[in-house]
């Protein structure tokens, strides 16, 4: 796919998801991509060590949440703007919400004003399927009522809120996108799949929360990424598009899949107190987004075997994060109950 875009601004780019999308873009003719990123412990400029040469990428260290975010867009107008940028894991979220509010809903009301006064030609916020809430039958489509259930996902809603009140209230070109759970390589190593991976790797039990039997629909990272860029390209403004996979999986079998994958016991899942207010289950229907051409291309067997050699083969990069003093304290908070990493 060609892009119609010339400068394209991506928040959150050093991330997981955000990191393979300024990959993605700058596969394709574009003249800028710049990634405006505050490099929290989820931020790692080493995910893009390999394109990090390319004079057609820039790097700008800030927060979203920052007004002198408006001053560098001025600078430097972009005609898109992709937020990816957020603070992202539900454990963080129930333990230390308020960050949660400053960037994924203040960040993302900043950022809708440098857009408005810069006037871009598109704005596409990332979101999520957690603002649906647990769903406990069928899929929610576009329409479905936002029921967040913890601080993240309220957060998120808040963010899609605010876009959607631009689009209606200043004509902004704002449209949203809600992804499902995403995999791939590159996940920083404390949310559910590259724990459980890293954690067999070193010989550590794997948590596994309550009864195991959560439901979420795993979405590969680059079908994740294509979908944000049909949005981009075939989106109307105003509109929100549902990314799914639609391959639910219990969080149990997930881990089946990996402890034969990685040839590990049974024993090595402990099961732990469930997270307060678990949401049950994920499921969105994506024949909207399907109708503009795009649909999920990874089988969640397969992308969980590339996933599992990806991380045996990139042990540095994780294991840089996981012996850092902030993974092993974030650790030990999370799960007392395990043998500490350190
Ligand atoms: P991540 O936690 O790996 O990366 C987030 C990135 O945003 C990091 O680089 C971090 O430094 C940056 N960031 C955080 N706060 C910032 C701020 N105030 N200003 C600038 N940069 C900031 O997250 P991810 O998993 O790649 O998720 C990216 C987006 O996709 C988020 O908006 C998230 O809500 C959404 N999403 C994620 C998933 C998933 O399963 N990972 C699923 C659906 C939607
Ligand atoms: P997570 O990756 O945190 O994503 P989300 O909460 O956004 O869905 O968790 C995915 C699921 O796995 C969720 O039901 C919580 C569960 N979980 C575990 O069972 N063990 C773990 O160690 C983690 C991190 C999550």
Known sequence: MSSSYRHILVTGGAGF?????VRMLLARPVARVTNVDKLTYAGNPANLADIAGDPRYHFVHLDIAD???????????????INVAAETHVDRAIADPLVFARTDVLGTQNLLECAREIGVRRFVQVSTDEVYGSISEGAAT??????????????????????LSYANTYGLAVSVCRGANTYGPHQYPEKFIPLAITNLLTGQPVPLYGDGRQRRDWLYVLDHCAGILTVLEKGVPGEVYNIAAEQERENREILARLLALLDAPDEAVRRVT????????????????RALGWSPKKPVEVGLAETVDWYRQHS???QSIRQGDAFIAYYARQYPMLPPLA
């Open 17 to 21: 998801i955000g990191s393979h999308l």
């Open 274 to 289: 469930d997270r307060p207010g678990h949401d049950r289950r994920y499921a969105m229907d994506a024949d909207k987004l």
């Open 142 to 163: 576009e329409d479905s009522p936002l029921q967040p259930g913890n601080p993240y996902s309220a957060s998120k809603a808040g963010g899609d809120l605010l876009c």
């Open 316 to 318: 540095k990069w994780w």
């Open 67 to 81: 007004l002198r975010l408006r001053a560098v867009l001025r600078e430097n107008p972009p005609d898109a703007i």
